[in-house]
Each structure stands twice: as C-alpha cells, then as structure tokens.
Nanobody, 125 residues
C-alpha cells in the first residue's frame, strides 16, 4: 500500500506560479514507481496533467500545460513536484497526485492506482 500526502496549492492571479508537492510513504521501493498529476474541475471528468517515470528520466504532459508546467521527483525524499507557471483561469481545479503500483512501468503506460487527497488550485483573472 502507498499513501500519498499532498501540499501546496491555493489562490493565485493569472500569470502567477504555484508548486505542488506529493510525498509517498508505505512501500520501500516507491522510487521504482511512475507517478503523476491529474486534475478535476467542477462538473468535469478527471484529466491527466503530467507524469514522470520512476527514474525521472522521462516525462509526459497534457498539451494544455506543456511549456508551462514541470513535473519532477526527488526519490531520496519520496516526493514528486508539479511546478506550475504562467497559470491561467482554466487551470483552476482540484489537483491529485497519483502513483502507479507496477514496478518500473513505462511512464506512457502509467496507471493511477494510488491517489492523494487532492489540493485546490484557483487562478483568478
């Protein structure tokens, strides 16, 4: 079992920046799991934002955030980050951290098996 604890988020003006953090615990080889971020706005389905491979060498982004958001990880701290720059009102959502349960599954095949508690990000115009 993996527990994911999120921090960060909040209210920011359009064009501003925020950083989300997600710390994993519960399994000794968390550093061998792909991890990612998803978001869900009111009345909409949860959508993929970004993912990172177990090593950090490979990343994927949704087209809507490419060039503005950066996902990274620090395996020594069991933590994954989402740096969000040039935020837009349409980025307003609850953001969820996710971890794959499969050992070193390629990031392109990442599945969200474990989930964080969610963090509200609100971007004002």
């Amino acid at each position: 079992q993996v527990q994911l604890t999120q921090s960060g988020g909040g209210l920011v003006q359009a064009g501003g920046s925020l950083r989300l953090s997600c710390t994993a615990s519960g399994r000794t080889f968390i550093s061998n799991l792909a991890m990612g971020w998803f978001r869900q706005a009111p009345g909409r389905e949860r959508e993929f934002v970004a993912a990172i491979s177990w090593s950090g060498a490979n990343t994927l982004y949704a087209d809507s955030v490419k060039g503005r958001f950066t996902i990274s990880r620090d395996n020594a701290k069991n933590t994954v980050y989402l740096q969000m720059n040039s935020l837009k009102p349409e980025d307003t959502s609850v953001y969820y951290c996710a971890a794959d349960s499969a050992y070193r599954r390629p990031v392109a095949d990442m599945v969200g098996d474990y989930w964080g508690q969610g963090t509200q990000v609100t971007v004002s115009s």
